[in-house]
Each structure stands twice: as structure tokens, then as C-alpha cells.
């Protein structure tokens, strides 16, 4: 079975500052991907990040990385120069290929304060 | 813009009564998939559909559930007799079938309060 664990219920950052989200995942699958996702207030989850198994590069959008290390099984989302609006809960997903569906952590609230 | 769009944002409604909720997916989209998120938590699957095919249901879904995606495009999902445990965020969402790992994009899902 797949998990996601995400330690960090709560973090608070200092605008303009970097911020490291951390995810770690078990799975015995040898082609996945990993996810992240942003969920404001508003409730919809917005896609940030994808990185595959096989990648070899982290996987960058913007202002947003992705630290994978393989060996460990941990995906770490990396915010660099934070603003106020990156407010928000962060989620962390998995899937497998032919499984479907993705699997979440239980999330990170990230609160920048200015 | 041609989001995933699901309706209604608001329903609360009484124990025992049924409700039903709409997903509109990104129209190019085969694939639609439903969740449960309970406060605090991630979403958990409940089930999802390629094309009008529902392949894959979660054992969160009771017999007082049913979902469908009659024609390939839109779908419901009903719940019966409901209880208030029932009481979540419902979000859909939509990818299209691919090579798999691939992308889903969400709605901005559906608040249930039963009380």
C-alpha cells in the first residue's frame, strides 16, 4: 500500500523568505510520481509540482522545486522568495502507475507573515 | 476558463435526507474522479470513471453512495439516507488518460453539512 506522511502541521515563514515543505512516501511500486498541491480557503486543490520516479532532474515551476531524493523516499517542496499569498494548506500525493487514483498526506499549513 | 466546476459550493441538509452533487469536468478530459476531505485531513478517493465506465470504487463507499457519468461527461454523485458523518468537502476532479501519473486538475469541490 502507498503512503504519504507530512510532519509538519503547521509552519510559519517570513515573507521573502525560502520555505522547505517536507514528504516522505512508502511505496513498493517502481514507477510512480509525486505531487504537490495547494489548497487556499477557497477550497480548490491547484496543481504546483509533478516529479516522476525515473526523473533524474528536480522538477522546477517557478518559484517552486522539488527535492527528491530517491534513496530516502522523500519528495520536499521547496518555496523560494515566499509571498503572502503562498497562505495556504500544502498537500503532498502519490501515485502509481495503473493505481489511478492519488494518494495525500494529511497536509502543512503554511502561514507567510509579512 | 473551461475548469473542473462542481455544484452545488454549499448544501446542508437534514439527517436522512438525500443529496445529490454535479461535477462538470475540463471537457477533453476521460477520466473523473470523486473524494472525500474531512477537516484537517487530505482528500481521500472515493471512486472514479474513464469515460462513462465507473472502474474503481474505494471501500469508503457505502451501499448509500452512487455515482454516474451517464454519457462520458458530467456526473453525480448521490447520497442517500444521509448521516452525519457524511459531513465533508466532496471534490472532483478530472485528468486525461495519458501514459499514467497524470495530472488531476480539481474543482473547488462541494461543502456537505448534515445536521
Known amino acids: 500500500a502507498q503512503k504519504i506522511t507530512q510532519t509538519q502541521p503547521g509552519m510559519f515563514v517570513q515573507e521573502k523568505e525560502a520555505v522547505t515543505l517536507d514528504c516522505t512516501y512508502d511505496?513498493?511500486?517502481?514507477?510512480?510520481?509525486l505531487f504537490w498541491y495547494k489548497q487556499p480557503s477557497s477550497g480548490e486543490m491547484i496543481f504546483l509540482i509533478y516529479?516522476?520516479?525515473?526523473?533524474?532532474q528536480n522538477a522546477t515551476e517557478g518559484r517552486y522545486s522539488l527535492n527528491f531524493q530517491k534513496a530516502r523516499k522523500s519528495a520536499n517542496l521547496v518555496i523560494s522568495a515566499s509571498q503572502l499569498g503562498d497562505s495556504a494548506m500544502y498537500f503532498c500525493?502519490?501515485?502509481?502507475?495503473?493505481?489511478?487514483?492519488?494518494?495525500f498526506g494529511q497536509g502543512t499549513r503554511l502561514t507567510i507573515n509579512p | 476558463d473551461t475548469g473542473v466546476s462542481q455544484d452545488p459550493r454549499h448544501k446542508i441538509t437534514k439527517r436522512g435526507q438525500n443529496v445529490t452533487f454535479r461535477c462538470d469536468p475540463i471537457?477533453?478530459?476521460?477520466?473523473l474522479y470523486w473524494y472525500r476531505q474531512t477537516l484537517g485531513q487530505g482528500p481521500e478517493f472515493l471512486t472514479y470513471?474513464?469515460?462513462?465506465?465507473?472502474?474503481?470504487k474505494s471501500r469508503l463507499l457505502s451501499d448509500r453512495f452512487s455515482a454516474e457519468r451517464p454519457k462520458g461527461s458530467f456526473s453525480t454523485l448521490e447520497i442517500q439516507r444521509t448521516e452525519q458523518g457524511d459531513s465533508a468537502m466532496y471534490l472532483c476532479?478530472?485528468?486525461?488518460?495519458?501514459?499514467?501519473?497524470?495530472?488531476?486538475?480539481f474543482g473547488s469541490g462541494t461543502q456537505l453539512s448534515v445536521l
Open positions: 470513471f474513464q469515460n462513462e465506465a465507473q472502474l474503481e
Open positions: 511505496t513498493s511500486d517502481q514507477s510512480y510520481g
Open positions: 500525493a502519490m501515485s502509481s502507475k495503473g493505481a489511478q487514483k492519488l494518494v
Open positions: 516529479q516522476g520516479s525515473y526523473d533524474e
Open positions: 471537457s477533453e478530459h476521460n477520466r
Open positions: 476532479a478530472s485528468s486525461l488518460d495519458g501514459l499514467g501519473n497524470e495530472k488531476l486538475f
